[in-house]
């Protein structure tokens, strides 16, 4: 179980740095830092030794230890995308349906309401939080709006009370993409215990990685048994009767798709999740240390984080003035920064008109002034310490 990040920063900037800047510090700065824990390469051996290398044993384990971790009934795919999609179908969203999702995410959000044969209608973010505004929510519901989808950008958890409660009395199912936010706690219970269907991402760069992988957790074991289903055919794998020329006996109901995942890409996972509690403890550290020192840096708005949240800080966005400089700034001293992803909303395969994309304030203000700095487990306290001074001396 992760631990909660340290109350004291390591390092506090003295006064006197708001004008110097000090000499880099040895390495390169990366953006994203993949981490593929040593002992991954032996248990990836060992599932090709096996030469049993589709979904098997070692997908199964690596389910119950993401249940372990805290998740609801987890369910092993092989991405985000396709974990969303599982969850719109089990959640009974097909054409001539509405689906409510914010424009602040990755464009594979959109894709698989697509997929799911639904509608895209978007809402508006709060530019504080980078996340759905709960408030802006009813006024995008429909008679024909089935689910929503919530995003927790960066890693930091939108507010999922209300939201639910807007979902409960529109009678609308929450599906929780949180392709950023694995190990993100909200009012202390583990993201992908809370929602009907929680999404997560396991894809290359992602904190948390498989090589390429996802998700799908639900609380309701029964909705955990459709999603299983429909990632391999719609076959109930488990339970599949073959006649006595070895041909298996299907009566295939619902539409299935094959998006499981494999035993190399779960060994990966496996090797990962050992390792993964100190690594999010670092990187909370490390999100609490630029919060703290940020937060009186003239030009820089921090998002809010609410109380109620435990930021898994895959991304640390940050609201800036003069967000050329800024980005010159840091890139002049080896620092790379990056707006990670703009608005989907403005992508023509959503129909959206621009008077409906005006109407998102919220997301307006964000996009204006939004960037992200590197936060990984593998920058040194020097690098910290380096990036904090450079953006403390101004730009
Ligand atoms: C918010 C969000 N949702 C979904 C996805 C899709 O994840 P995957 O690549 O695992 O399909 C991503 C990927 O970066 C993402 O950022």
Known sequence: MPTPAPQHAVF?????????????????????????????????????????VGEGPVVRHFEQELARWGLAHPVAVNSCTAALHLSLLAAGVGPGDEVILPPQTFIATGMAVLAAGARPVFADIDPRTANLDPDDLPRRITPRTRAVIVVHWGGLPARLDRIAQVAREHNLVVIED??????????????GSISPFTCFSFQAIKHFTC??????????????????????????????????????????????LKYHMNDIAAAVGLANLEAFA??????????????????????????????????????????????????????????????????????????????????????????????????????????????????????
């Open 278 to 395: 100190p690594r999010l403890k670092r990187r909370q550290q490390i999100g609490q240390w630029y919060r703290q020192q940020l937060a009186s840096v003239p030009g820089v708005e921090l998002l809010h984080l609410p109380p109620e949240c435990q930021h898994a800080y895959w991304l640390f966005p940050l609201l800036v003035e003069d967000r050329d400089g800024f980005v010159e700034k840091l890139a002049q001293h080896g620092i790379p920064t990056s707006m990670v992803d703009t608005r989907i909303d403005t992508n023509p395969v959503f129909g959206q008109t621009p008077q409906q994309r005006e109407q998102l304030q919220g997301q307006a203000r964000f996009e204006a002034r939004q960037i992200h700095i590197p936060l990984h487990d593998a920058l040194s306290d020097e690098q910290v310490e380096y990036i904090l001074r450079v953006i403390a001396s101004g730009w």
């Open 12 to 52: 506090s900037l003295p006064r006197s740095s708001a004008a110097t800047v000090p000499q880099a510090p040895p390495g390169k700065i990366e953006f994203f830092h993949t981490h593929i824990a040593p002992h991954a390469s032996e248990r990836v051996a060992q599932v090709l030794h096996s030469t049993w």
């Open 178 to 191: 949180a392709a950023h936010a694995f190990g993100a706690r909200y009012h202390g219970r583990p993201i």
């Open 211 to 256: 090589g390429d992988g996802g998700v799908v957790c639900c609380p309701d074991p029964e909705l955990a048994a459709a999603v299983r289903r429909r990632r391999w055919f719609g076959i109930d794998r488990e339970n599949v009767r073959r006649n006595r020329y070895g041909g298996r006996e299907l009566a295939v109901s619902e539409p299935g």
